[in-house]
């Protein structure tokens, strides 16, 4: 009999952090690995936001602080909501986490009960269906595959919901596609999710400002469902502070409550430090966004164009993020040698033995049949990259 509880043995290990531990391995036997598997900008985080966490320490932001966040910090995100979003919060309303990703799970914890269904548009991060799991809720995907640019219709959405349904939840940008609804897109689903009283929906929005089409629309933004809805942002991934561990949830107060009343049992509030860097990251000067998404955009026109150069690779343009999710099934079935190529996983595992390239299982993303590449990386990485990926696939017969 297993010591370890029924609810850790029923989560799945991140597949993300699984291929880059084994991109490391290879790395450290002294292999050149290009690793195309990690989620996080490949910058340094901003000069300014770097002085003021020094500043802080020197200041002696060094105790516990509250569980929600600092409240100049909350003040700077309702400032940031209200300039950039259009959104009227009250701090009241925001809980600042140990990163996004604490921000989202404590939120499903929140809201979800045993057997309470949440909808999940597929291809999403790996983590949407194991935070589910972990509330003892049931994840309902909704697919959408490349011929839909990986987003779900209304349609699809309104097929979805059932008496049990709670949450739906919504990536735009998305990881792992890149994708990005338009305004209209949202307007239809949110025409769909007003119809149902009982529905949450949670918006993560960690990616809007890596976002190439020239506007972004917050879920929150429509007023039909502005008291349903739950925003997830953070300063990871807009000013390159993966590390700092600062994100956020912004929505109705009695929400807002009950998630800090759960942090305060288990984490309590983030890092002084990286709070004060964090309020730097709002209030400060915003170039450097702006600098970073034109790097992200020039990198994502590079590496949709080399690998519409390869055969058999069905690719799509993405929007927004820094991801590209080609279709591969047309290597499905292949050979190298006396191994065949079963699936996508096995693809994956394919191109990083033998063109040393680190990519991801379309499955990780309920996905099969496609792989993930991030593009955060050097220009010079993704053009070698994509050499020894057309080379390799090249070679399966």
């Known amino acids: 009999m297993s010591r370890i509880s029924d609810r850790v043995n029923a989560l799945s290990p991140s597949q993300t952090l699984a291929m880059s531990q084994k991109s490391n391995e290879l790395k450290a036997a002294g292999i050149d690995v290009i690793n195309l598997s990690v989620g996080e900008p490949d910058f340094p985080t901003p000069s300014h936001i770097k002085e003021a966490a020094k500043e802080a320490v020197d200041r002696n932001f060094s105790f516990y602080t509250p569980v929600p966040g600092y409240m100049s910090l909350r003040k700077a995100i309702a400032a940031k909501l209200s300039r950039e979003n259009g959104l009227t919060f009250d701090p009241a309303q925001i809980v600042v986490g140990n990163g996004a990703k604490q ?9 979800v009960n045993p057997g309470d269904e949440v909808l999940i548009p597929v291809p999403a991060w790996v983590s949407y269906v194991e935070m589910v799991k972990l509330a003892e809720g049931t994840p309902v995907t909704v697919h959408a595959g490349i ?3 990986f987003k779900v219709t209304a349609a699809q959405i309104e097929a979805a ?3 049990k349904t709670r949450v739906i939840m ?6 792992p596609t890149g994708s990005v609804y338009t305004r209209d897109e949202l307007k ?9 009283p009982n529905l949450t929906v949670l918006s993560d929005e960690i990616y809007e400002h890596i976002n190439f089409t020239g506007s972004f629309t917050s879920l929150a933004s429509f007023p039909e469902i502005a008291d349903r809805t739950v925003i997830i942002n953070g300063v990871s991934k807009a000013y390159a502070m993966t590390g700092w561990r600062i994100g956020y949830m912004a929505g109705p107060t009695d929400i807002a409550k009950a998630v800090s009343k759960l942090q305060s049992q288990y984490t309590s509030g983030a ?3 990286a709070q004060k860097a964090a309020e730097a990251a709002y209030d400060g000067p915003q170039e450097c966004v702006a600098e970073m998404c034109a790097a992200f955009r020039r990198r994502r026109d590079l590496i949709v164009a080399l690998a519409s150069e390869i055969p058999g690779l069905e690719v799509n343009r993405p929007d927004g993020a820094f991801y590209l999710f080609p279709k591969v099934e047309s290597y499905i079935g292949k050979r190298h040698g006396d191994k065949v190529i079963a699936d996508s996983g096995e693809l994956a595992m394919y191109l990083l033995n033998e063109a040393h390239v680190a ?3 379309g499955a990780a993303f309920c996905a099969p049949g496609y792989i993930r590449l991030s593009y955060a990386t050097s220009d010079d990485n993704i053009r070698e990259a994509m050499r020894r990926i057309a080379n390799a696939l090249a070679a399966l017969k």
Do not use: F, K, W, Y
Not at 170 to 175: G, V, Y
């Open 161 to 163: 919901i059932t008496p």
């Open 170 to 175: 919504l990536c735009s940008p998305s990881n």
């Open 271 to 273: 890092s002084s430090i």
């Open 147 to 149: 011929e839909q640019d």
């Open 103 to 111: 921000a989202l799970c404590n939120v499903i914890l929140t809201l």
């Open 359 to 361: 990519t991801v299982d």
């Open 188 to 196: 239809s689903i949110v025409e769909v999710i007003a119809r149902h």
